[in-house]
C-alpha cells in the first residue's frame, strides 16, 4: 500500500528564511508519481510540481526547489528567502502508475507553513 | 471560467439531512474524483470514475453515494448526514497517468 508522510505538521519561520519542507513515502511500485500541491488560506489546491520515479534530476523554479532522492524515499520541498504570501498549507501526494484505483493520489497529512514579516 | 467547478461552496445542514455536492468540469477528462479533507489528515478519496458507466468507490465510501450524469458532471450525495462527516469536500479530474489531477474549489459541508 502507498503512504506518504510528512512529518513537520507545522513550521513558523521569518520572512526571508529558507524552509525546507519534509515528504518521505512509501510504495512497492517501480513506476509512480510524485506531486506538491499548496492550499493557501482561501482553501483552493494549486499544483506545483509533478515528479516520474525515474527523473531524479532537482528541479528549481524561482524561489522553489525540489530534491527527489530515491535511496531514502524522499521528496522534499524548498522555499528560499520565504515571503509572507508563502503561507500556506502544502501537500505532498503519490500515485502508483499500476494502482488499481485509477491512479487515486495518497496525500500526506500536510505542514502548514506560516511565514512572519 | 474555472475547469472544475462545485456547488455549493458552503453548505450547513442538519444531522438525518439528504446532501448533494455537485462537479462539473470543463476539461474534457474521463476521470473525475471526490475526496475529503479533514484537518491533519490531508486529502482521503470517497470515490472515482473512469467514465460515466464506471464508479468505484475509495477508501472511505461508507455513508456516501455517487452519480456520474455525463462525462462532464459527478455528483456526490450523503444519503443521511451525520456531524463527522463535516469536512472540506473537493472534486478532480485526471487527463491521464501523466498530469497531476486538477481540483474544484471545493465545499465546506458543516453538518450540525
Known amino acids: 500500500a502507498q503512504k506518504v508522510t510528512q512529518a513537520q505538521t507545522e513550521i513558523s519561520v521569518v520572512e526571508k528564511e529558507d524552509v525546507t519542507l519534509d515528504c518521505v513515502y512509501e510504495t512497492r511500485d517501480t513506476t509512480y508519481y510524485l506531486f506538491w500541491y499548496k492550499q493557501p488560506p482561501s482553501g483552493e489546491l494549486v499544483f506545483l510540481i509533478r515528479r516520474n520515479s525515474f527523473d531524479e534530476q532537482n528541479e528549481i523554479s524561482g524561489r522553489y526547489s525540489w530534491n527527489f532522492q530515491k535511496s531514502t524515499s524522499s521528496f522534499n520541498f524548498t522555499i528560499t528567502a520565504s515571503q509572507v504570501v508563502d503561507s500556506a498549507v502544502y501537500f505532498c501526494a503519490l500515485s502508483e502508475a499500476r494502482n488499481n484505483a485509477g491512479n487515486m493520489l495518497t496525500f500526506g497529512g500536510g505542514t502548514r507553513l506560516m511565514v512572519k514579516p | 471560467d474555472a475547469d472544475v467547478t462545485q456547488t455549493p461552496r458552503n453548505r450547513i445542514t442538519k444531522t438525518g439531512k439528504r446532501i448533494m455536492l455537485e462537479c462539473s468540469q470543463t476539461?474534457?477528462?474521463?476521470?473525475m474524483y471526490w475526496y475529503r479533507q479533514d484537518p491533519g489528515l490531508g486529502l482521503r478519496l470517497i470515490y472515482y470514475s473512469f467514465d460515466v458507466k464506471d464508479i468505484n468507490k475509495g477508501e472511505i465510501s461508507d455513508g456516501y453515494s455517487v452519480s456520474r450524469q455525463a462525462q462532464a458532471k459527478f455528483s456526490l450525495s450523503l444519503e443521511s448526514a451525520i456531524p463527522n462527516q463535516t469536512a472540506l469536500y473537493f472534486c478532480a479530474t485526471h487527463g491521464g497517468l501523466y498530469e497531476e489531477q486538477f481540483f474544484g474549489p471545493g465545499t465546506r459541508l458543516t453538518v450540525l
Open positions: 476539461k474534457g477528462h474521463d476521470r
